[in-house]
């Protein structure tokens, strides 16, 4: 039954096979004033016309069809133009206005597991977000996420499990060239050989303002996953600003692909911006610059935030860069001197593993040193780090009186 419709990038194909004719509707703008719409219109596979009418108004239909019967005429291609035009507009405007359909939650079935691109980090189908102060190496670490994307499974010691996909890489900050030599100079940390893959833009305006022609490269290089780098640039108008903040994850969600957004830390160490940054992110991950050696830069990976998943365990990353490579390697968060950021328990369970049994007073004193607090301020949180431990059965307390880890010796009985 003609015309048919579908989904193709910002916009929608419409295709009429027993006249041979098709139609690409793009750059929609609905508003009070009209609805209009970049319309090419095809005949046997070729570009005959495009124009930006009003497809709402009687007017904006008839000067269309006029313009395709000068170039086609009905009398010579029996191709009734006014039909197929009337077509075109009902059929696009009832389309988008119908957006998604409703549907009943008993009728959606049950998904308990969580899809990532890469496990543990970025969650599959969602925005995820990476903030930090400038000089971490977050754009850098953007790029080596989108490398192991775009490769696929690769034999690394970088202990991250990929799903393979395209990358679109969407750069506010720097240029093709400086993008480029990082991806092969990863490469070369990696061992591969071939060309990167990964697709790359340059952004010189605000998403909101660009979204459309994002859409369209999207869905054209059958991309997977898209980068924001960086979201301070992206966003039209002051961070601060809730509306902008929304607007930007508005646009994401337009563009409807596995998203990772890189931005910045405020004066006051922390997300910048809008409480909405963090709100619409799935996933949200902190990065905190360590100590590093020369040519290298040390950072750890701090997850603050998921959507209905547990908060995933700290990272921590040594970037070695050498004259024609970049090499990343794994590391133990612990050992590094962002240590003090990691979750009470966390402390509780690391400093009992090194050091084997303790009082609660050590474990007091020690936490307090690398969190850079006072005893007394803390000391509430390490108690109840430690009910927590006990009631989990991964503490127990010696005869002396000191915490200690517990062993399993057997499934259900735990001693030390």
């Known amino acids: 039954m003609e015309p048919t419709i579908a989904a193709?990038?910002?916009g929608y194909r419409v295709d009429w096979p027993s006249q041979g004719v098709s139609a690409q509707v793009r750059h929609i703008r609905a508003?009070?004033?009209g609805f209009k719409a970049q319309v090419s219109i095809f005949h046997q596979g070729h570009g005959i016309h495009r124009s930006t009418p009003t497809l709402s108004s009687v007017s904006g239909m008839d000067q269309l069809t006029r313009k395709l019967n000068k170039r086609l005429p009905e009398g010579d291609y029996n191709i009734n133009w006014e039909q197929i035009?009337?077509?075109l507009a009902g059929i696009t405007i009832d389309t988008h206005r119908e957006g998604t359909a409703e549907v009943a939650l008993s009728e959606v079935p049950e998904d308990e597991t969580v899809a990532w691109r890469v496990d543990n980090l970025l969650i599959e189908g969602n925005p995820n977000l990476i903030w930090a102060d400038g000089g971490t190496g977050k754009s850098m670490f953007a790029v080596f996420l989108s490398v192991l994307i775009q490769e696929g499974a690769i034999d690394t010691d970088h202990g991250l499990i990929t799903q393979p996909g395209n990358v679109l890489y969407l750069d506010w900050e720097t240029d093709q060239f400086e993008l480029a030599s990082r991806a092969r100079r990863i490469h070369r940390g990696l061992g591969i050989e071939r060309p990167s893959g990964i697709v790359y833009r340059y952004m010189g305006q605000p998403l909101v303002e660009d979204v459309d022609r994002v859409r369209d490269i999207a869905h054209r290089r059958e991309i997977d996953v898209v980068v924001y780098d960086s979201m301070g640039?992206?966003?039209?108008?002051?961070?601060e600003s809730a509306e902008n903040v929304l607007s930007f994850f508005r646009a994401v969600r337009l563009i409807d692909r596995t998203a990772l957004i890189i931005s910045h830390s405020n004066r006051q160490g922390t997300i910048f911006g809008s409480a909405y940054s963090m709100n619409s992110a799935r996933s949200v991950w902190e990065a905190k610059k360590s100590s590093g050696s020369a040519g290298a830069i040390d950072f750890s990976l701090f997850h603050r935030k998921a959507n209905n998943i547990e908060l995933q365990a700290p990272q921590a990353w040594t970037v070695q860069f050498e004259a024609e490579q970049i090499s990343y390697m794994r590391g133990d968060v612990y050992e590094t001197d962002a240590a003090g950021s990691l979750s009470y328990s966390d402390l509780v369970y690391r400093i009992l593993k090194e050091d084997g049994?303790?009082?609660?007073e050590y474990l007091e004193d020690t936490i307090a040193a690398m969190k850079e607090e006072p005893v007394e301020r803390i000391k509430r949180n390490v108690a109840s780090a430690v009910s927590r431990h006990k009631k989990k059965s991964t503490v127990v307390e010696t005869q002396d009186?000191?915490?200690a880890l517990a062993t399993a010796s057997q499934e259900g009985a735990w001693t030390l």
């Open 233 to 239: 640039l992206a966003v039209a108008g002051e961070m």
């Open 31 to 33: 508003r009070l004033d």
């Open 8 to 10: 193709e990038g910002s």
């Open 85 to 87: 035009i009337e077509d």
């Open 357 to 360: 049994p303790k009082s609660k």
């Open 401 to 403: 009186g000191h915490l």
